[in-house]
């Protein structure tokens, strides 16, 4: 085993026994599923930074790299798409640690011989690495400090600079963490780098994270996000959330995001806007599902099988007549379990606990608390469903910071 930091600067000496450089950097080229391989060195002769591959390297040591050959290098090299280097690339680069959930800093690197060649297989991120990379490890305190070492496949770098490969196992890894947790590491990073990351998610994910994100540093991240990826993210959102978005917009931001839109999630968004955040008005969003009363139980079914993924959440079906006035409810529950053919007018609920749109945020919590609820429909004066919400909705206006 050796740490990059003991290889840094080593004299490199080709078959002559002759000192051609000093190592400056390691190429490492990223395999999928596997640990990244060392590819070969980088030195700098005179003005130029030369490249020798791994092939024509002897013995890599803390001492020395000994060279099989002499001439064998190529000057000026440019690393592949799946190529990087570890001093340029990851030494002292945030990473994410995403079995941990956390952002660290890359202290050291760990390399290992494994078959005829040398791999990355850990990071070391502790204060033990930092006292070997300034030489001073012949202190009495270095050894009885320990390393903290994560595991290479429990890694991704933060930056994408380091080849199309490694920003797509990131992400990988990443999506596979809970939206919460994401949005964690990224208030860890800088503005910079978290914006980049949001911006490379597909609209779905960055949308979830976003809604996520600690409303202190989510103000500032989005002015940074550029308007068309925004616009689309907004698209993917809930209408309530896209509308807090909106109003945590500057208003040149906001004109911008606005004329990206579509059409249908613009008028929306306008018409929801115009309510203040603590009130029922405010809180709703659009996105629920209605059953005309003469429908079926099947014909019911079949619309939430076609329809279910546009909802982030659906409990119950909302029963209309044909000027969309509301009648009464269904649970998912009860559809499940009725005959095919059974009307939903004959399956529904019509005690229907509704919210006018000036109602305020106590009295929605009152309400749900009282009748032990998980959404509530909003109506206007003529008994129109004009959207739900959602317990979610209160607990995040009531405990904003949870």
């Not at 780098?193 to 991240?221: H, M, R």
Request: glycine share 4%; aromatic share 6%.
């Amino acid at each position: 085993m050796i740490f990059f930091s003991q290889l840094l600067r080593v004299p490199i000496i080709d078959n002559k026994q002759e000192t051609v450089g000093r190592l400056k950097d390691v190429i490492v080229k990223a395999q999928e599923g596997e640990y990244p391989k060392v590819h070969g060195v980088i030195f700098q002769e005179r003005k130029h930074l030369s490249f020798i591959p791994y092939q024509y390297i002897e013995t890599l040591s803390r001492g020395e790299i000994t060279l099989n050959k002499s001439n064998c290098w190529k000057v000026d090299y440019q690393p592949e798409n799946d190529e990087f280097l570890l001093t340029r690339d990851v030494l002292d680069q945030q990473i994410f640690d995403v079995k941990g959930i956390r952002v660290v800093r890359v202290n050291d690197l760990q390399l290992v011989k494994i078959d005829n060649g040398f791999s990355i297989v850990g990071i070391d991120v502790s204060n033990k690495a930092l006292l070997r990379r300034l030489g001073l490890s012949y202190f009495p305190l270095f050894t009885r400090m320990e390393s903290k070492f994560i595991d290479w496949h429990n890694v991704s770098l933060v930056k994408g600079s380091v080849g199309s490969l490694q920003l797509k196992t990131t992400h990988e890894k990443l999506q596979k963490l809970h939206p919460a947790d994401i949005a964690n590491l990224i208030e860890n990073l800088t503005l910079p780098e978290s914006t980049k990351l949001v911006q490379s998610f597909d609209n779905e994910t960055a949308a979830e994270v976003l809604g996520e994100v600690d409303p202190k540093y989510k103000d500032t991240l989005l002015e940074h996000i550029n308007p068309k990826s925004l616009a689309n993210i907004m698209e993917e959102m809930p209408t309530d959330e896209a509308v807090d978005v909106l109003k945590d917009l500057s208003e040149n931001k906001r004109i911008q995001v606005f004329r990206r839109l579509g059409v249908r999630k613009a008028k929306t968004l306008h018409k929801l806007s115009g309510y203040k955040d603590d009130i029922a008005g405010g809180l709703m969003t659009s996105e629920f599902m209605t059953i005309h009363r003469d429908s079926t139980a099947d014909e019911a079914i079949k619309i939430i099988r076609k329809t279910s993924d546009q909802y982030r959440s659906l409990y119950h079906v909302f029963v209309i007549d044909d000027d969309k006035h509301l009648l009464g409810v269904v649970s998912i529950r009860t559809l499940l379990l009725s005959s095919p053919k059974q009307k939903i007018v004959d399956l529904m609920s019509k005690v229907v606990r509704t919210l006018r749109l000036h109602t305020k945020s106590e009295d929605i919590a009152r309400l749900m608390t009282k009748y032990d609820l998980l959404s509530m429909a909003v109506v206007d004066k003529q008994k129109v469903i004009r959207g739900i919400v959602t317990v979610d909705d209160i607990l995040r206006l009531l405990i904003p910071d949870a």
